[in-house]
Structures are given as structure tokens and as C-alpha cells.
């Protein structure tokens, strides 16, 4: 707990540094992210759960929190951040499935 990185993200064709905080993480079961620099501050919440066996679930749920200037720019940030995250989780189940050679960049 308490680790931080660096992310770059590219948003709306603007690229930008990120530094990102680990503030829960049950083994297994949960990891939770939150932004500490950036635009927008942002808490993604991942868990996991194994209905079987032979699966594995992910529930991802994003929460941001934008100032009053961000606020009329939020459903276009909103619309943004679902197709990236979509496309990076598609990436990571290909990967994670034996699909694909190529290690996705998350």
C-alpha cells in the first residue's frame, strides 16, 4: 500500500503524466488505484472473483471526481475513458487467454 508509479495517458489526443497510488489491494481479490496528479483526480477499483474453476471475473468501477472547470467537459471524458478502457481490457483478456503473442500496454 502506499506504492506510487508513473502512467502516461493519452485523453481527447492530449498526452499526459500521471502519477498513480496503490490504496487497497486484498491478494487475489481487489486492487485499488487513485491518481494523485492529473487533470481529473481518479479512483479505479478492481476486483476479482472466480465463478468456477476455469473463470476468472473482473469488475472494473472508475470514479472521478472533476473540478468546475472539467465538469462540462465530463461526458466526452466519460465517453473517452470507456472506449480506452474497453480496448485495454480487450488486450489484456487476449493476452491472458493464449490469443495473442503481444504483451498489451496498460
Known sequence: LGRRYGQTSTILGRTIDVEVEVTSYEPDQELVLKTITGLVPVTRTFRLAAPSAAETELTLSVDAEPGKGMRL??????????????????????????????????
Open 73 to 106: 467537459m465530463l461526458p466526452m471524458l466519460e465517453r473517452t475513458a470507456r472506449e480506452q478502457i474497453a480496448s485495454t481490457l480487450g488486450r489484456l483478456k487476449t493476452v491472458l487467454e493464449g490469443q495473442g503473442a503481444e504483451q498489451p500496454s496498460i
